[in-house]
């Protein structure tokens, strides 16, 4: 059994962050698949007394520690391992703000976005019109901030970058829009994410795409 096993599935990601994460670090990691779409699993009462009360992926066991939250998940590795760690009390609470900041309102909005335009059978238009309201200010305040520096902290990249990767790597037409050519610093960015040792693609490195007709 590998040292790390992340219960996710491949459409989320919340859950593409603890993923990322775990490659970036080049941990011995396996996933293990949720039935989310079908099933509804972390829905379901077993998986809320088993695994997470919350009833979310992603959770990252790790032998008797379970851990959920992804915010949560990158810290815990970002210590064990020494990398993406913010060094020092002022950069652990900027990289705070930004965890936060990401959490609530760039992928926490494009993230229910994708979702509904995506995987729901009538997408409500107001709804997506108000969700895509919220992170289009949200987008343009991550682009600004990556116009003064190649990384959300500065230089080096953080946690901070690794949670912002969350749904930045889907396909541009599950969007219908390419974050990456609206917000050029962000595209930018995201090049230099890519190009780190150990990057992977959610559909690559969760199971469970594509989802069956
Ligand atoms: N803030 C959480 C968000 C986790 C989350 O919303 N996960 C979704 C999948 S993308 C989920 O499991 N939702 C369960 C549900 O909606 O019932 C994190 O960053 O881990």
């Known amino acids: 059994m590998s040292e790390y096993q992340l219960h996710c599935f491949a459409q989320s990601g919340n859950a593409y962050r603890a993923a990322l994460m775990l490659n ?67 950069e652990e609470f900027e990289c705070l703000r930004w965890l936060l900041f990401d959490n609530q309102k760039v992928n926490g909005y494009l993230g229910p976005f994708r979702a509904i335009k995506n995987y729901t059978p009538n997408p409500d238009a107001a709804v997506l019109e108000f969700l895509k309201g919220r992170f289009t200010n949200s987008l343009g305040i991550v682009n600004k901030r ?24 889907y396909p541009a037409e599950e969007f219908g829009f390419d974050i990456g050519v609206d917000y050029p610093a962000i595209g930018a960015w995201r090049e230099r994410i890519r190009a780190l ?14 989802l069956p007709a």
Request: proline share 10%; aromatic share 10%.
């Open 197 to 210: 040792p150990g990057w992977g693609h959610p559909y690559d490195l969760m199971p469970g795409h594509p």
């Open 146 to 169: 990556l116009e003064t520096a190649p990384c959300l902290l500065g230089e080096r990249p953080t946690i901070a970058d690794v949670s912002l990767a969350g749904y930045l790597f």
């Open 24 to 90: 970036l670090i080049d941990a011995d990691w396996e996933p293990v698949w949720v039935d989310y779409f079908k099933s509804g699993v972390p829905r379901s009462p077993q998986f809320r007394s088993a695994i997470n009360e919350m009833g979310e992926v992603p959770v990252l066991v790790h032998g008797k520690k379970k851990l959920s939250q992804s915010g949560v998940i990158l810290t815990y590795l970002a210590r064990r391992s020494g990398k993406f760690l913010p060094q020092g009390e002022d």
